[in-house]
């Protein structure tokens, strides 16, 4: 008797690759992805997108929990409350893209009947890291300008910082902690502190979105207060999300001295930092006869060039308030170039040096009255590497599925043709 | 002042003093058609742009009537008689102000409205609508206020509270003295030029050359004669002599400010490069006090004027006749008539509604060809029978595209009569490649019903169609790019729902059972058609965030309109990987198939009812019920099909299993 010999088992390796290629993970992930998608919709009715995309489509893991109304009727009692929990976007298009990489490409068989999928693959592949790029290393955000103004900075839309300022003579220093460092002011305190400071900041209660409130006996203050000299006693009220007046952040910071431990309180609230804004009022305290300041604002961040707006132009179409166009002529000076002018309107942005600047927006003088001129231009700023990436990924996808499916079609025609007249010939 | 009684009476709701429950007989002076074509292309400039009248006069009748059309009962057997075009509809609201102050104009679809304003009714809900005329909102109701004076004002308090959170009621509410602030400042608008001002006053009179009445395109030339009395008499305004001095400055003032949201008349002096911006009647008038406006302004608001004030018919119709030709000889000066008249014969014309007839016809002729399926004459009939309809609609869109120099996508209802042609064409090509009288079957059906769509949305959206895009939006090249590719992966997604509900349809009765070839060719159509659609959308979503990423620097935003479309191409790509890793075969790729026309449908549709991201429109509820039903018929259809699938499927597996123990 001869033994049979064992089918030969596939290596840990194999089972692991044959597992993370497997299509019908596939399809799992991409059904994942779609209800995650649905829910991130269906939240920003009541999130900020912002707040939506980081907790829907940034995150690890994610609870969606929404009402959903049933035939189309908002009332409550009549809507359909769902609690599910998902993997949160990060989570799955991480797996979509091992899956993609290692089942879509690697193990996919190489034939020319399968290049159009390959191809389309790739370009999915692309756009994932595009995506991924984008998130962990690109930058946002916006620099106004009135006409004859120039800048070096631009300022995030939704990043903020708290500056710790120095006074020396008629200068000033600076020393930046960013928000991601105050993470946890959230639920607890956090302690800024360095041997060359002579103080301890304790920053606790920080809030996404509020408004400063005077604290009183009629008004019970639901978080931490701040006392001035003078015994006014500020803190900060919680605003839910509104789409029409999207809020500040805001926290308590308390400065302990290194000597004496004598204590100095706020609330800071990081108001924007716009032209209309009047200039800004850091807190300041006095210690040793130096004066120091904290100012929490939204993060600044330096341009690789100096940008000033020579002109804008907003155009109504006739006889209505509505903007037919917007424009900025500016002048973008590098260091030891020569400076150059740059038209930038919509859809039409300027691209130089990683960074993209879009017309996003004006606004009115506070001294027009919030209606006629002069106005001041908001250019968006995008600092992403991966900025053009999307735009390759969407001709690599078209050139890929067109391949795949009119080879396809055409192989269906020739097979019927050839049926028809094989019916024919019999 | 007969102008200012007229405007205090139908205007003023608070001085009304009638039985609301008393119907006035109608009666009215029909127009001569000519007359009323030759108003239809008078160019106006409107909401950004120069138009035709009857674009104005449409989109109103739209917004504040419901309909295309004005039935009027005028012989009073309680039928209607006399059906008004919206232009002649806006002509009478113009010319005979107290008359059009009869129409029934407002619909109510709950009564509870009714009740809310203080209006009398039978009682009960209605299951059809009913109709107030302005006239009622300004007569006594149940109230202490009149009905116009309660509308406006729950109105007032109704807006304070999110589109979300108000009750079909309050928004009724809210829509309806919306509506009756349209009409009320429309029809008001030219009342000034319908009679002419009395002069009182010896000294008033003698400063104005000694006349005691003045029309008001005379009255606006003693600009400073107004002026210099207004200062003189400052201190003594009730002095006897000048009688109304200070009356009529009023009056002109509530005249120059007028022009809000009103249509502008009078094109102005020039070249449009110099001045591109119309006058209204309020501007006209402000710039005659001022003594600069152009005679050619002045001669055709003397005509205006005329037409208006006049007491003949006919006078009437030649002044107005007189006027549009006057405006148009300065129109075409200016290079702004030809479009006009190219809209005029669109809106005539009406090829997508007309193409709604064929596609009817069609699909008899298609019926046909399945009750004679030996007929290949009968076949090819149905295909020209389905082509011809096609062309209409194609040339219907192109149309627009000339008269915008648009891609053929620019507004939602755009999307409807684009989709609409995509999918017949689609319908047709695949009709040629199977011939199974399937595809052709779906085209006229789909070609039909969503022009029907299209109309409705068009009258309940009572907007411009052709309105400028705001600045984002203005570029040709994503226009054409993006919208078009996305759209086009919509029409093929809905084709492919529709493939996929016939096949589970026809497994769930049986139809041709016998016939497997059919059926394998509908599956397979529906995943040739499911891969046409996932090319189109693929590209056009990833190519809708390139554009994003050009005007609002982010290539991806989660943006509620962009998930839309993620979504489709999610369902899709799973559908066609389950299918590829042998998860579903015909029954589930059919059955998830057909489900994706309601992922197609929150795309295209519903995201934009959301009231949230860069892309949200707001609509009407009725917009959203229309969307609401059809998910629950076509989820409703496929659970049925699915469930008498599964049950013959386990009744034949029974039959089959018993069949050997009875042998």
């Known amino acids: 008797m001869t033994a049979v010999p064992a089918p030969a088992e596939r290596s840990t390796v194999a089972s692991v690759l044959a597992a993370v290629s497997s299509m019908r993970i596939t399809v799992v992930l991409l059904l994942l992805l779609g209800v995650l998608t649905f829910a991130g919709t269906l939240a920003q009715e009541h999130l900020s997108p912002i707040d939506a995309q980081r907790e829907y489509f940034e995150s690890g893991f994610v609870v969606w929990d929404t009402k959903v109304p049933l035939f189309g009727i908002r009332n409550a009692s009549d809507a359909l409350t769902v609690k599910v929990p998902l993997p949160g976007g990060y989570t799955i298009l991480l797996l979509l893209f091992v899956n993609l990489v290692v089942g879509g490409v690697v193990r996919h068989r190489w034939t020319k009947r399968n290049l159009g999928i390959l191809v389309t693959h790739l370009g999915i592949g692309l756009l994932l890291v595009a995506g991924f790029v984008k998130m962990h290393w690109s930058h946002q955000g916006h620099v106004s300008l009135f006409e004859g103004a120039s800048s070096r900075t631009m300022v995030s839309f939704h990043e903020y910082e708290l500056a710790l300022l120095r006074r020396e003579g008629d200068d000033i220093v600076e020393r930046v902690v960013p928000a991601t460092a105050l993470e946890g002011a959230r639920h607890g305190t956090v302690k800024i502190t360095d041997a060359s400071l002579p103080f301890t900041v304790e920053v606790s209660g920080w809030l996404d979105s509020c408004q400063p409130r005077l604290a009183g006996p009629m008004m019970k203050p639901p978080g931490p207060v701040a006392t001035d000299a003078d015994g006014t006693s500020v803190f900060l009220e919680s605003l839910p999300y509104d789409k029409d007046a999207p809020g500040f952040a805001g926290c308590r910071v308390n400065v302990v001295e290194r000597v004496g431990l004598a204590e100095h309180s706020a609330v800071l609230f990081g108001l924007g930092s716009g032209p209309r804004q009047n200039p800004r009022q850091p807190y300041t305290f006095t210690i040793d006869g130096v004066q120091w300041g904290l100012d929490l604002r939204h993060e600044l961040r330096d341009l690789p060039f100096e940008v000033k707006l020579d002109k804008f132009e907003k155009t109504d179409h006739p006889g209505t308030a509505n903007p037919r166009d917007f424009s900025s002529w500016v002048t973008v000076r590098e260091q030891g170039g020569e400076p150059r002018q740059v038209h930038i309107y919509m859809n039409h942005p300027l691209r130089s040096h990683d960074h993209v600047f879009f017309q996003a927006s004006w606004g009115p003088s506070p001294q027009s009255g919030m209606q006629g001129p002069p106005f001041f231009s908001v250019l968006e700023v995008a600092n992403n590497p991966s900025d053009a990436w999307p735009k390759y990924a969407s001709y690599v996808v078209l050139l890929g599925l067109l391949w795949h499916f009119v080879a396809k079609l055409f192989r269906f025609l020739k097979s019927s043709t050839n049926r028809a007249s094989g019916e024919a010939v019999s | ?663």
């Open chain 2, 1 to 663: 002042m007969k102008w200012l009684v007229a405007m205090a009476s139908l205007a003023g709701f608070l001085g009304a003093q009638d039985d609301g429950n008393v119907a006035r007989r109608i009666v009215r002076q029909p127009w001569n058609p000519a007359v009323v074509a030759a108003m239809e292309s008078l160019p106006i400039q409107d909401g950004g742009r120069v138009k035709p009248l009857a674009a104005l006069a449409a989109a109103t009748l739209h917004l504040v009537h419901g309909r295309r059309d004005m039935k009027l009962d005028t012989d009073g057997d309680g039928r209607a008689d006399v059906t008004l075009t919206p232009t002649e509809w806006l002509l009478d609201a113009w010319c005979f102000p107290e008359q059009a102050a009869d129409y029934p104009l407002f619909r109510i679809e709950n009564v509870e409205v009714l009740d809310a304003i203080g209006i009398v009714h039978e009682g009960g809900q209605r299951f059809d609508f009913e109709y107030l005329t302005y006239r009622q909102l300004g007569q006594k109701g149940r109230l202490a206020e009149v009905p116009g004076a309660a509308l406006l004002r729950l109105a007032s308090q109704y807006r304070k509270k999110s589109a979300q959170e108000r009750t079909p009621v309050e928004a009724h509410l809210v829509d309806t003295a919306e509506q009756v602030q349209t009409y009320d400042a429309l029809h008001r608008y030219l009342v000034p030029l319908s009679s002419a001002f009395q002069i009182e006053g010896d000294e008033f009179q003698k400063r104005l050359g000694g006349k005691k009445e003045m029309w008001l395109s005379e009255l606006m030339q003693y600009g400073d004669a107004l002026r210099t009395a207004l200062k003189e008499y400052e201190q003594k305004s009730t002095a006897p002599e000048i009688g109304n001095l200070f009356g009529i400055a009023s009056d002109l003032s509530d005249v120059v400010q007028s022009d809000h949201a009103m249509p502008a008349l009078f094109p102005p002096d020039g070249t449009r490069a110099e001045h591109e911006e119309w006058s209204g009647l309020g501007a006209l008038v402000s710039s005659g006090l001022g003594n600069h406006a152009s005679s050619t302004q002045i001669a055709m608001l003397e005509q205006l004027q005329a037409a208006i004030g006049a007491t003949d018919q006919t006078a009437r119709e030649r002044a107005f006749v007189k006027f549009r030709d006057m405006v148009v000889a300065r129109a075409t000066e200016r290079g702004e008539f030809a479009k006009v008249a190219q809209e005029a014969g669109y809106l005539r014309a009406n090829w997508a509604y007309q193409s709604l007839h064929y596609f009817l016809l069609a699909l008899v002729v298609v019926a046909a060809g399945w009750a004679m399926p030996r007929v290949r004459a009968v076949w090819w009939a149905g295909i020209v029978a389905t082509v011809l309809p096609l062309g209409m609609l194609v040339w219907d869109i192109v149309l627009r595209c000339i008269i915008r120099s648009r891609p053929p996508i620019v507004n939602l209802y755009d999307t409807f009569l684009f989709i609409a042609a995509v999918l017949v064409a689609t319908a047709v090509v695949l009709e040629l490649i199977s011939k199974r009288r399937v595809a052709i079957a779906l085209a006229p059906i789909a070609g039909a019903l969503l022009i029907t769509l299209a109309r409705a949305f068009e009258v309940e959206d009572g907007k411009d169609q052709m309105a400028p895009l705001q600045a984002v939006l203005d570029t040709n090249y994503y226009l054409a790019t993006h919208v078009t590719s996305i759209n086009t992966g919509y029409s093929a997604g809905m084709l492919a729902s529709l493939l996929g509900t016939v096949w589970l349809l026809m497994q769930a009765t049986g139809f041709r059972r016998g016939d497997v070839a059919l059926h394998k060719a509908i599956v397979r159509a529906t995943y040739g058609v499911t891969a046409f659609s996932l090319t189109f959308n693929v590209f056009g979503t990833i190519y809708g965030g390139v554009w994003a990423n050009d005007s609002w620097g982010r290539f991806w935003g989660w943006d509620p309109k962009e998930n839309g479309a993620l979504l489709i191409c999610l369902a899709q790509v799973a559908l066609m990987h389950a299918r590829m890793c042998g998860w579903v075969r015909d029954f589930g790729y059919c059955t998830f198939a057909a489900l994706t026309g309601i992922v197609v449908t929150f795309s295209w549709f519903h995201v934009n009812l959301l009231g949230i991201g860069l892309h949200s429109y707001g609509f009407a509820s009725s917009t959203k019920v229309a969307l609401f039903t059809y998910y629950w018929i076509e989820a409703g259809v496929v659970a049925l099909c699915v469930a008498a699938i599964l049950l013959r499927h386990f009744v034949g597996a029974g039959r089959k299993a018993a069949a050997p123990a009875s042998a």
